[in-house]
């Protein structure tokens, strides 16, 4: 599955939040192991290609802009996950 297939595809990420109202973990875990093993490319290069760049800011935009269908424990858990997305994306500047 492509990196833009776990955040937008059909069975990504943000579907289930915005369908199913619900946070998957697994994908959720292999988005953050795809930007990790990114990281050091992307820093050395100083470049982060576009398909993922549009990807890291369609995330990040969804998951900040949360949902008043969200459960609480969704809630939550999609605030800590936009914080630690962020946090990911801010040692790029390290």
């Known amino acids: 599955m492509s990196f833009s297939d776990m955040v937008v595809g059909k069975n990504g990420l943000l579907v289930e939040l915005r369908c199913h109202n619900s946070f998957s973990e697994k994908i959720y875990t292999d988005i953050t192991n795809y930007l990790n093993k990114q990281l050091p490319q992307w820093k ?16 990040i935009e969804e998951l900040s802009g949360g949902s008043q269908f969200w ?9 800590d996950a936009l914080f630690e997305i962020q946090e990911i994306m801010s040692s790029l500047e390290e």
């Open 44 to 59: 050395s290069t100083g470049f982060i290609p576009v398909a993922d760049a549009v990807s890291i800011f369609n995330l």
């Open 71 to 79: 459960s609480e424990e969704v809630a939550l858990r999609v605030e």
